[in-house]
């Protein structure tokens, strides 16, 4: 498996790592998903497009990053885990409108976080908020449906990945 993707993420001090698996960060992480759905939801309330982006994107995130966890791997960069998530989409662990959204939830969350003159329409921040709760519940069935075959066969591809990246 070649990606130059993972290649530079497995450079990085802290890139991609491969771990022991963790269920007990899977569930902590999921926690701080639900977390940060509870705050969008609140930001909602109050309309604060800038919180509801940023919460939405973290909430994805955070979600994400239990899966992994579940898989065992960290990565501190969230390029190299949305990175990650493409391997999952091809091999049909997450579907590929995932990845799709949370890199566009991310640019939403960085273009509303430091460009002051990037407004969207509250049309597009409802549908920012719905998708990450459907993110959120698509990710946690990926955790529940994910089998030990699959975990070994993502961290062979991972193991293969660094070595071939070393050369």
């Known amino acids: 498996m070649k990606d130059s993707g993972l290649d530079w993420c497995f450079k990085q ?6 771990i022991e698996p963790n269920n007990n960060l899977t569930k902590a992480y999921l926690k701080k998903a639900t977390s940060a759905l509870n705050t969008m939801t ?21 979600a994400l990053y239990a899966l992994l966890k579940k898989i065992g791997v960290k990565s501190e960069i969230h390029d190299c885990t949305i990175n990650v998530a493409q391997l999952l989409v091809n091999h049909g ?18 273009d509303t976080q430091y ?15 719905e998708n990450a709760r459907k993110f ?5 069935q990926a955790i529940e449906n994910i089998t030990t075959k699959k975990i070994n066969t993502i961290r062979t591809l991972l193991k293969e990945a660094r070595e071939t990246g070393k050369k």
């Not at 609140?42 to 955070?62: G, M, S, V």
């Not at 662990?93 to 960085?110: M, Y």
């Not at 460009?115 to 908020?129: F, G, H, M, R, W």
């Open 115 to 129: 460009y002051v003159a990037t407004e969207l329409n509250q049309e597009q921040i409802k549908q920012n908020a």
């Open 13 to 18: 001090k802290r890139g991609i790592r491969i």
């Open 93 to 110: 662990i997450i579907g590929k409108r995932l990845v799709t959204d949370i890199a566009k939830a991310k640019q939403t969350r960085i």
């Open 42 to 62: 609140a930001a909602l309330k109050i309309n604060e497009p800038d919180w509801i982006a940023t919460t939405a994107y973290y909430a994805r995130y955070f």
């Open 136 to 140: 959120v519940l698509e990710i946690e």
